[in-house]
């Protein structure tokens, strides 16, 4: 079991470029989330998918895509990427509501 | 929405000693309560949680008490090693409402000093 696996490791972009973060999970879970961790503000949810098919903003969406492909792949898209989403990026998944929320290593992205 | 507040931000304690980091939340209506770990370069990992229908619980050398009155909890780590060092977020939740998101405090450092 790998657990929640996130591609790339590290990204460096310039202002205005694309990309997409790519996560995948093998424990079967249902739901899945993506965090941005800023230093002193701790985790915070970008967008999350309760099951296959549904996604839902959090508390920062702007600027940000994402896609639930099927149940075991969540990846998220920077179509126009700024300096403010400079940040490490990290996927979780977990079995459902009020269960344990299992983490990947994270995505550090620099944006120039 | 909920807001989480985490104190402090930095903790040094020698090895040995115990450890005290303390959580409040905003909104009543908060039923899960879990801490996680996170070790440098690492995601985080879940050490503890507890329920709102429940005010203390333990596991080994970790334990986390609830106060629903007052709105906070805390998390109690007592004979310190060197592995404790890293940073612990506490977090909120709703579950149960239709809402599953966790929201999490800013975090504190934790330094075991040998």
């Known amino acids: 079991n790998a657990g929640v696996t996130q591609t790339p490791k590290f990204q460096v972009l310039k202002t205005g470029q694309s990309m997409t973060l790519q996560c995948a999970q093998d424990?079967?879970?249902?739901?899945m989330y993506w965090y941005r961790q800023d230093p002193g503000m701790g985790l915070r949810l970008i967008y999350y998918s309760a099951s296959e098919g549904t996604t839902d903003k959090g508390e920062v969406p702007n600027g940000y895509n994402v896609s639930r492909l099927n149940k075991r792949e969540f990846s998220l898209r920077l179509e126009s990427a700024a300096p403010s989403q400079t940040s490490v990026y990290f996927c979780?998944?977990?079995?459902?509501?009020?269960?344990?929320?299992?983490f990947g290593p994270g995505t550090r992205l620099t944006v120039l | 929405g909920e807001n989480v507040e985490q104190h402090p931000s930095t903790l040094s304690v020698q090895e040995g000693d115990s450890a005290v980091i303390k959580c409040t939340y905003s909104d009543s209506a908060s039923n899960y309560f879990p801490w996680y770990k996170q070790e440098l370069g690492k995601g985080p990992q879940l050490i503890i949680d507890i329920r709102s229908n429940v005010g203390e619980k333990k596991d080994q050398r970790i334990a986390v008490t609830l106060n629903k009155t007052a709105k906070h909890f805390s998390l109690h780590i007592t004979e310190t090693q060197p592995e404790d060092s890293a940073v612990y977020f506490c977090?909120?939740?709703?579950?149960?409402?239709?809402?599953?998101?966790?929201?999490f405090g800013t975090g504190t450092r934790l330094t075991i000093i040998p």
């Open positions: 977090a909120a939740s709703m579950a149960g409402f239709g809402n599953e998101k966790l929201t």
């Open positions: 979780a998944s977990s079995e459902g509501r009020i269960n344990e929320q299992f």
């Open positions: 424990m079967n879970h249902n739901s």
